[in-house]
């Protein structure tokens, strides 16, 4: 196995767990804001205000995006699979 193979696989890695986690990441920042600033307008300063948003359309949104997310992890995974006999070689 060489060292730019494993090079390879990391980067592949790293990209396909941030294509993964970035939607997600950025609906959940996203309505933090948005509960923050509606928290600082009404003066209103309750910590667990901003979690049932959060819950319900990070959940929603990977709801909708499952099959693109697994289109993703499945065609990673297929990649590996069929890479491992030229990784043992």
Same mark, same amino acid.
């Given at each position: 196995m060489s060292h730019q193979l494993v090079i390879?696989?990391?980067r592949d890695a790293i990209l396909t767990a941030l294509m993964v986690a970035?939607?997600?990441? #950025?609906i959940a920042l996203g309505i933090g804001l948005l509960v923050s =600033? /509606?928290?600082s307008v009404t003066q209103i300063q309750e910590q667990t205000l901003s979690f049932v948003p959060k819950l319900v359309l990070v959940g929603g949104a990977f709801i909708?995006?499952?099959?693109? #997310?697994?289109?993703?992890l499945?065609?990673?995974?297929?990649? =590996? /699979?069929?890479g491992?006999?030229?990784m043992v070689a």
């Open positions: 390879d696989l990391t970035a939607p997600l990441l #950025l =600033i /509606i928290q909708v995006g499952m099959p693109w #997310l697994l289109q993703i499945i065609k990673f995974t297929t990649q =590996i /699979i069929r491992i006999p030229a």
